[in-house]
Nanobody, 124 residues
């Protein structure tokens, strides 16, 4: 089992940057592919970014491509989301998820474990 704790959210002006972190418990972090998702009030949890177990493959939603970067440090059991050029429409709770299966998965249902989320608010 994996426990995930997100941090790094906050209030930022449009055009600003934030770096989210997701710390995982357990010794098997490198066995899981990781994803970041966003969920705005009244909306579904939407895919943002994916990273494979060894960090060699990444995938992004079109809406964040070129602005967000996902990375991981398996020695620190942590996955990151660097968010630049933030827009008001990026405002949401951001969740990290861990996936034990193979392949790039952009559906929230394909992830086995979730953190509690961290709020990101971008003001115009």
């Amino acid at each position: 089992q994996v426990q995930l704790v997100e941090s790094g959210g906050g209030l930022v002006q449009a055009g600003g940057s934030l770096r989210l972190s997701c710390a995982a418990s357990g010794r098997t972090f490198s066995s899981y592919a990781m994803g970041w998702f966003q969920q705005a009030p009244g909306k579904e949890r939407d895919f943002v970014a994916f990273i494979s177990r060894n960090g060699g493959s990444t995938w992004y939603a079109d809406s964040v491509k070129g602005r967000f970067t996902i990375s991981r440090d398996n020695a620190k059991n942590t996955v990151y989301l660097q968010m630049n050029s933030l827009k008001p429409e990026d405002t949401a709770v951001y969740y990290c998820g861990a996936r034990g299966g193979t392949g790039i998965v952009t559906a929230a249902g394909g992830y086995d474990y979730w953190g509690q989320g961290t709020q990101v608010t971008v003001s115009s």
